[in-house]
């Protein structure tokens, strides 16, 4: 079975200063990876994903992530936070198993933007 | 283009009532998931329809059920109701079985069961 692992719950940076939010997986056979953002009150919005092409991809809003196989990681970072990247943030990983398919997100990781 | 419409947005319910809500996927997206958010578990995987058949259920009791009508829109149904129901029910579209272009998530309906 899959899982998502996201260490820290919390993090806050300086707003310009570098966002990095980890991630690793496990998976028995290649993943599917993503990255989600939810402000309050929202449903979740794709910022990339990871389906086997480039091991680097960039998404909206300045984000990017690498995927490690050797790792198992899937971090997210961003070169300078900005006030308005406070939010949530769900790694998920997604494996289509039988028939049917799902995401398994992980805890999330809370952001805060600092002036 | 449209995304994800779930309705309603907000619902109070009764300890030992039913409910059902509704998700309209994107246009030309055959694949709808339904997701559970609480501040406990987290984000929870419900089920998965495409062509109107369910391919994937996760670990939630008989209580919860869903369907797909051949529009693709799919409604998902709890039967009596438990407080602890009360959550984000998300609903997430994509153009494949198997999210080769990511899912798209609505916004969500907040229900609360009182």
């Known amino acids: 079975a899959q899982s998502v692992t996201q260490l820290g719950s919390h993090v806050s940076v300086s707003e310009g200063a570098l966002v990095l939010l980890r991630c690793n997986y496990s998976?028995?056979?290649?993943?599917?990876l993503f990255w989600y953002v939810q402000y309050p009150n929202q449903g979740l919005q794709l910022l990339l994903k990871?389906?086997?092409?480039?091991?680097l991809v960039k998404g909206i809003n300045g984000f990017e992530a690498e995927f490690k196989k050797s790792e198992t990681s899937f971090h997210l970072t961003k070169p300078s936070a900005h006030m308005s990247d406070a939010a949530e943030y769900f790694c998920?990983?997604?494996?289509?198993?039988?028939?049917?398919?799902?995401?398994?997100f992980g805890t999330g990781t809370q952001l805060k933007v600092e002036l | 283009k449209a995304g994800v419409t779930q309705t309603p947005r907000y619902l109070i319910k009764t300890r030992g009532q039913q409910v059902t809500l509704s998700c309209s996927p994107i246009?030309?997206?055959?694949?709808v998931s339904w997701y559970q958010q609480t501040p406990g578990q987290g984000l929870q995987f419900l089920f998965e329809?495409?062509?109107?058949?369910?391919?994937n259920k996760g670990n939630f009791p008989g209580r919860f059920s869903g369907r797909q009508f051949s529009n693709s829109r799919s409604e998902m149904n709890v039967s009596t109701l438990e407080l602890g129901d009360s959550a984000l029910y998300l609903c997430?579209?994509?153009?494949?079985?198997?999210?080769?272009?990511?899912?798209?998530f609505g916004s969500g309906t907040r229900l609360t069961v009182v």
């Open positions: 997430a579209s994509s153009l494949d079985l198997a999210g080769n272009y990511g899912y798209t």
């Open positions: 998976s028995s056979v290649p993943p599917y």
């Open positions: 990871y389906t086997s092409a480039a091991t």
């Open positions: 998920a990983v997604s494996i289509l198993t039988g028939g049917g398919n799902k995401l398994t």
């Open positions: 246009s030309g997206h055959r694949s």
């Open positions: 329809y495409f062509s109107e058949t369910q391919r």
